[in-house]
Every structure is written in C-alpha cells, then in structure tokens.
C-alpha cells in the first residue's frame, strides 16, 4: 500500500516537471519531436531507477550521521552529509557511464535508441534532484526508494511526451511571431502544471475522508455503547418492575 | 592598458540581454523557476550561481590542457560539486532559515546546465581571465532574469518586497489595501514563474526581432 501510494505520488503529484521544475533543460531542448523525447523519457526512467537506490544505500551506510557505525564503535560520530552532492554527482556520473557500457554490450538495440541520450542525462538535473529529495524526504526503505526513482522517472516521461505532442500539433497554428518556439512551450508548460495541480487532491483529499468516518464510526460506537447501557438500565428496570 | 579590452566587454555584455542564458540559450531553467516565489531568495540563488560560475570557469580554465577529454564531464562535475558544497555550508552557516527554503535547490546548482554549458562552450576553449569575465556575465545574465521573476511574483503574490510591505497591510486595510486592493495568491503558486517567464520572452523577442524563432 505504501508502495502504491508513492508511487503514484511521485508521478503526479509531486511530478518532476509539473511540480519541481527539475530536469526543465532537457525538457525544453528534446521536446520538438514525439519520438526522441520518448528515447530520452526511457533513458531518464532506467538511470532514475538505477541512481536513487544506489544512493539511498550511500546516505544509510556511509554518508549519515551515525551511518558508520557498522564499520565499529569508533566511526559511529561521524557525519559525512557534507559530502553528499559530490558522492551523489559522482554515483550518477560513473552509473550513467556503466550503464552506457552494459546496454552498448548487451543489448545493441537498446543503446541505438538510448545511446545518445545517457551521456546528456549526467547533468539532467533530474536524477540528481531525484537523489536529492530522496535523501531530504527521508524515505525509509530501499524498496520505497526504488518506487520512488521510477515513480519520479515516469512522470518525467508523461511529462515530456505530452509537451512533444503537443509541441508537433502547435507547428499548424498561427502562434503569434514572438511567441514561437521557446516562449509559447514556456506558456504551454505552465498551463499543464495548473492542471497538474489539480492531482494535489488525490491523497490529501483520500486522507481527510479517511480520518472522518473513523471519529464518526468512533462516536457511533459510543453512542451504541451508551445506548446498549441505557437499554440494559430499561431492561434492568422493567425486571425490577416485573419482579415487583 | 584597458583592464577590459573591448572584446572582452562583449562576454560580459551579450549574455545580459541578447545572449541570455535563460531566455535565449535555455540554461539553468529549473532553480530559476522553481525559488523565485520571494525575491530574497533569487538574490541569495543568484549571488551563490555568480560564485560557482566564476570560480568555476578559472578553475577549469587552468585546467584544461591537463584534462583528457574522455573524463571531462566528472571532472567538471567533481568542480562544481566542490564550489557548491561551499556555497551550500557558507548558507547553513549565515542564512540557515533561507537555505532551508532553497533545500535541494542548493545542491542542484551542481546540474544547472548554465554552468556545464559554459565550461564545455567556453572555459575548455579559453584563457582563465577571459573565462572568468564570461562566467561572471552570464551569471549576471541568469540574476537578471531571477531577480524580475522573483521581483513581480513577490509584488503581486503577497504585496512585499524583500519582506517589506510596499503595498500596506492587508490585516489592517492600509496603503492599496484600503481601497479594495487583493494580492493575487496564484503568483505564489509554482506554475506562475513559468508564465512569467514566457512572458518575458515575449516582450524581449517583441523588441529584438531578429531573435524570433522559426517554429
């Protein structure tokens, strides 16, 4: 269920694109075709899926305060946090490029479509701001961090497969001269992220409805309850009545 | 001797306006939109992006007859984390409440195409005095677009400045607020940078024709 939850979350809700802005510069330069932004969606997808439990698995065992504690008593003050942008970076960078190295060995096809995208996706910031929420939304397990990399890497995907499609539509309209290009998908990108907006309801509303039929449930009982010893008093009476 | 020759002038000029690197080069997108709800914090975004922007740029500019080309990109990456792990303890240290409000947005200073597009555009190819002015112009260029985003969507969105209330009071119905004047919540709202920017773009291109795209 947990799962569930941020899964979902992390696609709409807190949607990378919609509701973070991260990843915006690929985002815009990839975006003018269907079929290369759905190259670069998949590749953003498989390194975000790869990175975040990579680095959860640096910030719980090495880079936490107390994190070290495994290696004995005496390493359990530590606090490497500091060094977490430059481990995180470093992670992404050398993943990206044995990622690159594993695909172009074994499956040739898949790097021909995938290929030229990974070495852009080093400095998508993206991943590294997936790795980053990860670590400051402190996400307890390692199977959550993996939902939540994929979860985040395909509402980029959404994302930028619906800006590609519409971004091949608006080609035939007569959009005004100054607007063309760069400013009309600027426009377009904030509009879609009003509408995204409106997925903010979904597990905030769910919850509020869960907590009140509980305290209504929870009155009721008492009241039946209540109830139950007021009808035991009548009974009690009327056998006290009844025996008299 | 000039101390800036009129070449040199140019890397800082062009970026400001007709060689932006928001509006024009689509850099550094992502933390221009997503902090520029107060203009304290665009501020602070922009003065920290100056620091590893320029720094950076010499940096890799001594460096670049030593860096093999194959590990260019971890090598600037490893640049840039360093410049922005000081930044980021330089704000917990000073600003602790801000940098809570920029969190991640720090770190992600490191991914800010801005600053890869310039070392890989620029700094690779060009002496450390000359990349030190380009950084130091584009950085000035991305401030410029932060700081109006930040600027306006304060304005609009709470009616302050900086944290001052220029507008009056809304509580106390004083200044605009008296005569039935409302901040526009939605300028707050993330969605509304996009829209500002957008709209930049527009009256820049309006004006400067030639930047008008094809399609």
Known sequence: MEHIELFFKSIFIDNMVFATFLGMCSYLAVSKKVSTAVGLGAAVIFVLAVTVPLNWLLDQYILQEGALSWLGEDYAQYDLSFLSFIMFIATIATMVQLVEIIVEKFSPSLYNSLGIFLPLIAVNCAILGGSLFMQSREIPSLGLALTYGVGSGIGWFLAILAIAAIREKIRYSSVPPALRGLGITFIITGLMAIGFMSFGGMLTGGDEKKEEPKTEEAKVEVQKELNKEEDAKIVAENTNLNNN | MALISKKDAALIKDPFLDNNPITI???????????????????????????????????????RNIIPSKIRIIVQLIVVATLVIIVDLVLKAFA?????????????????????????????????????????????GYAVILIAVGFFRELLGSGTLLGFKVLGDPIEKTGLYAIGYENNGFMLLSPMALIVVGIIIWIQRTKNTSLIEEN
């Open chain 2, 96 to 140: 602790y409440e801000l940098s809570k409000t920029l969190s991640v947005f720090v770190g992600l200073i490191i991914t800010n195409c801005i600053i890869m597009g310039r070392f890989e555009a620029f700094a690779l190819g060009n002496g450390p005095w000359r990349s030190f002015l380009d950084g130091i112009g584009n950085a000035v």
């Open chain 2, 25 to 63: 080069q689509v850099l550094g997108i992502c933390s221009a939109l997503a902090i520029t709800a107060e203009l304290k914090a665009s501020i602070v975004m922009s003065v920290s992006v100056l620091f590893v922007l320029g720094l950076g740029n010499v940096v890799i500019s001594l460096m």
